[in-house]
């Protein structure tokens, strides 16, 4: 394999070990899924994150105002790898617990190896 594959096949390891963080609802592993600092680009609105405690996410918010039960990533594919930056781009889909979706949008994520590990670094949302 070259350096740029096995930076594709680390990074969509880490978008996994991230979507079953945030699907487990585990606040801890969703900030241990990230490095820092990480930047969020939504709705016209820059979120940096400097540090895992930063990091804000509310799953019961989440449950209680949306009805959210889970979400899948689909369709994802590699934007740009390098062999220490890869960008994902994907679709996301949101589901209540009925298994019926109510909201999708796209995702680019970016995931960085520091120190041997990856992680996910940034996310730009268009909803």
């Known amino acids: 394999m070259t350096e740029t594959s096995n930076a594709t096949t680390a990074a969509r390891a880490s978008l996994d070990t991230f979507i079953a963080a945030f699907n487990g609802r585990d606040l801890a592993a969703v900030r241990a899924s990230c490095h820092y600092p990480h930047v969020l680009v939504s709705g016209g609105r820059v979120v940096v994150a400097n540090s895992g405690e930063e990091l804000r996410l509310d799953f019961d918010d989440l ?65």
């Open 63 to 127: 449950v209680a105002s949306e009805g959210w039960d889970h979400s899948t990533f689909d369709d994802i594919e590699v934007v740009d790898a390098a062999p220490s930056m890869v960008a994902l781009a994907f679709n996301y889909t949101r589901y209540h617990a009925d298994g019926t979706s109510y909201r999708t949008g796209r995702a680019h994520y970016i995931f960085t190896s520091q120190d041997g590990r990856w992680g996910r670094q940034g996310q730009l949302l268009f909803n």
